[in-house]
């Protein structure tokens, strides 16, 4: 594969992820900056916050964490399959198991 197309790769999995993920990530910031306010709960601090801001509360630093893990992702698979490469386990996985015995 060409060190492109594992970039697009990358950062499309890791924008995706980023995406999919943030809604979890404001909660777990809201939960260690004020853990009193929330009592440790996750669902208490869900409830508040969904209260406080709606929806959208949970999209809130999407724009930050897209601008860096797009990137980060992105450069992160081009250099997992270079090393891959110069390593030479390329097909490390793809290998069969074979029996030493004849099976007829």
């Known amino acids: 594969t060409s060190p492109w197309r594992d970039m697009v790769a990358g950062a499309t999995a890791g924008g995706f992820g980023t995406f999919m993920t943030n809604g979890l990530d404001v909660i777990k910031t809201r939960l260690q900056t ?3 306010v929330y009592g ?3 669902v208490l601090c869900t409830r508040m916050a969904l209260e406080e801001g709606g929806p959208g509360v949970f999209m809130r ?6 601008m860096h893990k797009i990137p980060a992702n992105g450069m992160f698979f081009v250099f997992f399959e270079a090393f891959r490469r110069l390593l030479n386990v390329e097909g490390a ?3 069969k198991a074979t029996s030493s015995k004849d099976t007829r």
């Not at 630093?61 to 897209?66: A, C, D, E, Y």
């Open 40 to 42: 440790g709960s996750v």
């Open 93 to 95: 996985h793809d290998t």
């Open 34 to 36: 004020d853990p009193e």
């Open 61 to 66: 630093g999407i724009v930050p964490r897209l």
